[in-house]
């Protein structure tokens, strides 16, 4: 039944009162809020709604064609959006800009958002960019995209119309956001090829779609289609297509856009309705083969059974004719192709479709090589020690099973299951491919998950690797004893090894024999000076919370914390493999380990690439210090122990205009980084609002962690031209110690110079690490140290430090035992290179498991990811009180960030005749 549009019912709702008869579904009656009781229908206002919007059918996300010539756009000036804000009177908040193909990019952008009308789900917003020659069509013209997008949305794989509304003479259309992954994220999961029969039924239905958009008048262009543009449920049971055009898509001249999905005649300019069928073959081509043609020539599809032998005759002779160069030669209509992917699934055996192990093959080998060439670091002893690690892995896994032997080994674990020996063998079995394929992966890339079977810090200043090898080769042989050995010469070699720490207690739990579930520490471990140090203390801060819950039995039924080491190493993209590692562990290994958490990862680009995934399987992600605004509210299963930037934006807008007095501002950032962006983008507008000046040129953009000296020192010029007061970095650590040196080069310059000598810089969360102090081996450290004077320019925001008790003037009899712990294990007179004091990322990671083990506390029944969430979710609320962390209170609001949570304000100050990171003040509730 197609869509009518109907007029706007303003003055028959006035005459009957709060009466109405409902457009959409016909209800006659009293309405509520002046919607539709029934099926909540609003009729939108004069004021810019539109009216007639049926709320039809589902799926997925964005908008599409009327069928007006592209050669005829001309914008009008718009609203620029920006993250964070509302709209339509405050239902919609923005989230995230999201990234539409090349040829749409003309057409207006497209937001994830919250719905305060739904706050478990999200939406996608587009912004309709509409011709600016006919005003009064305005209106018009944005229902009548609209009104087609409704329609689609009767069919399977559209997305569905709920709002559509106009503000500041710029309309948008609300869609529901997609439920699953798309197609290109499943792909990067499986590591290989997915099954034929599944690859086969997405082609199906991804040839059902275009047949639909084929019947339109005129027929509809997708123009985009590619891995990244379908989507799939998390039954992996259905496809959709999002990325569709509001208008007809034009191919952007000179394009240097990757063309492996586009027709031949796609890249010449041309696109047409065949364009669409070529690219949907290309996509089930690389599915099907893990073949990227993305990383390949252009139009080189090799035929589909000599990249993957298990590929039928029939698959490739589809594939082999919807790509061939001339349309002509290709089919002639999408339904034709969906025949025979029809007449191909007939003829398949019933059979799982369950993702198997991937299988490798020689160009999936290949471009996992090029990657890990293009690491920083030297894989040759990770590569030995694992390839060893492989094949004493059958007795590894004899060992690692024995503690659950039995149908009472742990309380946590489910309820017994009536054959206790196949469900055992299943999870064996289970278990065994999960370490076969995680052991790959570090003999490959050095990332993984790990008890002590594999190393990760092998880096500057470890004095006892050799030990920790031997300790890791004695797990995997299932050598419980020799580990435990190894492990005790190695912490006595390198007591300040917080990763041979965790795995001591992690052995010395399974020597005992005791009951316990687990936590896995999420962190990128890898030589460069900018991680190193962090994620270092990071894992002596979890080695001390989980020996003072061990010892003190602060877990329920006398349960154990067991922690797992989760490495990303030194690439963002590899977050999402070692995510899943924990997610196949709980989903496909029974939950063998008993993890009921994970903290992690220290920065918002890691964590958004983990979220999904760790919550997919019902676990709580907890973030130690990840402060981006585009993780608010984004997951029921994702906590931050920190403030978000809007909270820390709010606190140095203010330290800078009224602490500091500066009226100009010269704002540095990174904006491929989000952290920085977002950082960035708070304190811009907290600082305008103080009515202060604010000078943001593309021309000081940095790079993180790559921009030298002498490029800072370009900017700094800038900083002079302009006569800022203030410089301010959304940076880290790095960017702050060589941002400093330019300046004292400067200076050093121009000594006369009252200006530069008294310029100072200021910075966020991101600086709070021992570098700026000359702590650690690398080029950085080696500035401060030779560049004391201008690291005392230096203020920067952190969300705890050692200070915070003794600022506030708390008796010490309330201090927590952390800092005494720390001393003790760090910074007795017995070790050699005494640890420095604990800072924010110490203190933070110990919160963030603290926490956790707080929330294990409200739990009345058995202990699972579910059961922790929702009692992180509950603290602080009703007769529930919040968490007394080190680093303040911590109850979370309904958005994910903790309420109103300490910020403390520090300077780099010369104290003694050496640098000092000192206190200045405290923002927010502490206690």
């Not at 369950?354 to 999936?364: D, V």
């Not at 007394?884 to 309904?894: K, L």
Request: hydrophobic share 40%.
């Amino acid at each position: 039944m197609g869509v009518k549009h109907v007029e706007p019912q303003k003055s028959t709702l006035r005459a009957r009162g709060n009466t109405m008869r409902c457009p959409r579904c016909y209800f006659d009656g009293h309405s509520t809020n002046g919607a539709c009781p029934r099926c909540g229908y609003y009729p939108m206002s004069a004021s810019g709604d539109l009216p007639g919007m049926e709320d039809r059918t589902s799926i997925s996300s964005r908008p599409l064609t009327t069928g007006r010539p592209a050669t005829l756009y001309s914008l009008p000036p718009m609203k620029t959006l920006k993250r964070g804000d509302v709209l339509r009177q405050g239902r919609y908040r923005l989230l995230e800009q999201l990234a539409l193909p090349e040829n749409q990019q003309s057409q207006g952008t497209a937001w994830l958002a919250t719905d305060t009308q739904s706050p478990q789900s999200r939406v996608v917003i587009r912004e309709v960019a509409l011709l600016e020659e006919l005003p009064a069509n305005r209106s018009q013209e944005a229902r009548s995209i609209a009104l087609r997008l409704t329609e689609l949305s009767q069919h399977p794989g559209f997305p569905k119309v709920i709002d559509v509304f106009s503000e500041q003479d710029t309309y948008y259309i609300v869609m529901r956001n997609m439920d699953g992954d798309s197609l290109a994220t499943l792909l990067r999961r499986q590591g290989g090829a997915l099954p034929e029969r599944m690859v086969a039924e997405f082609g199906r239905q991804l040839c059902e779609i275009l047949s639909i958009l084929a019947r339109q008048q005129p027929p509809m262009v997708h123009g985009g289609i590619s891995p990244e543009t379908i989507i799939v449920n998390q039954e992996r049971t259905r496809v959709s297509l999002i990325h569709i055009p509001l208008f007809p898509p034009k191919e952007v001249p000179n394009s240097k856009a990757p063309s492996g999905y586009r027709a031949p005649e796609q890249v010449r300019g041309s696109v047409e309705p065949a364009s669409d069928l070529y690219a949907v073959a290309a996509t089930l081509h690389y599915a099907v083969t893990g073949y990227n043609p993305d990383e390949r020539l252009a139009f080189f599809h090799p035929p589909a059974r000599r990249l993957n032998p298990a590929v039928s005759a029939r698959m490739e002779s589809i594939l082999s004719q919807a790509l061939r160069l001339s349309i002509p030669q290709r089919y002639a209509r999408p339904s034709d192709m969906q025949k025979d992917f029809a007449a191909l699934l007939t003829s398949y055996p019933p059979e799982s479709d369950r993702l198997p192990t991937p299988a490798t093959t020689p160009l999936a080998l290949d471009s996992l090589q090029m990657r890990q060439r293009s690491r920083n670091r030297s894989l040759l002893d990770v590569g030995i020690f694992a390839g060893i690690g492989i094949v004493v892995l059958f007795g590894f896994l004899l060992f690692y099973l024995r503690p659950f032997a039995g149908p009472g080994a742990n309380p946590v674990s489910a309820s017994p299951t009536p054959n206790l020996t196949a469900t055992t063998l299943a999870l064996q079995q289970a278990l065994n491919r999960e370490l076969t394929l995680e052991a790959q992966t570090y003999q490959k890339s050095g990332i993984g998950i790990s008890d002590g079977r594999f190393v990760f810090d092998m880096y500057r200043g470890r004095n006892d690797l050799n030990d920790k090898k031997q300790a890791g080769l004695a797990i995997q042989q299932g050598n419980l004893s020799s580990a435990v050995e190894f492990l005790r010469r190695a912490t006595a070699e390198d007591p300040n090894d917080g990763e041979v720490q965790i795995y001591n207690e992690d052995m010395h739990l399974l020597q005992s024999g005791a009951s316990y579930v687990t936590v896995v520490l999420g962190l990128p471990i890898d030589g460069n000076d900018a991680d190193i140090n962090r994620v270092r203390t990071n894992m002596e801060a979890a080695f001390l919370m989980q020996h003072k819950v061990n010892s003190a039995n602060l877990l329920p039924h006398s349960l154990k914390l067991r922690i797992l080491i989760d490495s990303s190493g030194a690439n963002t993209s590899d977050v999402a493999t070692v995510a899943q590692f924990i997610a196949n562990r709980v989903s496909m290994a029974g939950n063998i380990d008993h993890i009921i958490a994970v903290v992690g990862w220290p920065y918002s680009r890691e964590t958004i690439n983990a979220r999904d995934i760790i919550a997919s399987v019902h676990l709580p992600l907890i973030s130690q210090t990840a402060s981006s605004v585009k993780l608010t509210g984004t997951s029921p299963y994702f906590f931050r122990v920190n403030p978000a930037d809007d909270q820390q934006g709010k606190t140095l807008g203010a330290l800078a205009v009224n602490r500091l007095h500066a009226k100009t501002i010269l704002v540095l950032r990174d904006q491929t980084d989000s952290y920085s962006d977002s950082l960035a983008d708070a304190f811009i507008g907290d600082a305008k609002a103080l009515n202060a000046t604010i000078i943001n040129n593309p021309s000081d953009y940095f790079s993180e962690s790559n921009t030298t000296v002498a490029q800072y020192g370009k900017m700094v010029n800038d900083a002079m031209a302009n006569k800022v007061d203030l410089i301010f970095i959304a940076g880290f650590d790095v960017d702050a110690v060589r941002l400093a040196v330019a300046v004292g080069n400067a200076y050093r310059a121009n000594p006369t110079s009252d200006y530069l000598r008294t310029l100072k810089i200021l910075g966020g969360d991101g600086l709070d690490t021992g570098l700026v102090l000359g702590q650690g081996n690398g080029p950085d450290a080696a500035l401060a140290v030779q560049f004391p004077q201008d690291m005392q320019r230096l203020i920067f925001s952190a969300f705890g430090d050692p200070g915070e008790w003794a600022f506030l003037k708390l008796p010490q009899n309330s201090w927590p035992t952390f800092f005494a712990d720390w001393m003790n294990t760090y910074q007795s007179s017995t070790v050699t290179a005494p640890a420095p004091p604990p800072g924010n990322d110490a203190i933070l990671t110990y919160d963030a498991i603290g926490v956790i083990i707080n929330a294990a506390s409200l739990v009345h029944g058995t202990l699972t990811g579910q059961a922790i969430r929702d009692a992180l979710a509950s603290l602080g609320s009703g007769k529930i009180p919040a968490f007394q962390g080190v680093s303040g209170q911590i109850h979370f609001g309904t958005d994910s960030n903790p309420v109103d949570k300490a910020v403390v304000v520090l300077e780099v100050a010369d104290v003694n005749g050496s640098n000092h990171i000192v206190l200045l003040a405290i923002g927010g509730k502490f206690d």
